[in-house]
């Protein structure tokens, strides 16, 4: 009986300090988690802020500042090797578009 208890003490010891082995690693990590969300974070709102300024530093429309109003959108002009080359793509597959206006 005594030796029954013993044993008993000794597991019980061990479970507890396994228990407060395993709170501390989840505490650590608890804390890792909260450092990496505060580096996403931060870098979201880096990303936006850049995303935010190269906005506001587009040129704007030769129209205005407003869109259309007729509902068409609008692009920024490719720039003519880019052109010639969607073109010659266009034609090898036996769709060439005439004045470069696709059909609606």
Known sequence: ???NRKSTDERFRDLRDE???LKRLVE??????????????RLLDRTEKVAARSVEQEPQ???GAHPPQD?????AAAPA???????AQL???GKEVPDGVLPR
């Open 1 to 3: 009986m005594f030796f």
């Open 28 to 41: 650590s990590r608890d804390l890792d988690w909260a450092d990496m969300r505060a580096r996403c974070k």
């Open 81 to 87: 090797s880019r052109m010639e080359r969607i073109k």
């Open 91 to 93: 034609k090898a597959a």
């Open 61 to 63: 429309p030769a129209g």
């Open 71 to 75: 509902g068409a959108l609008t692009a």
């Open 19 to 21: 228990i407060a082995s």
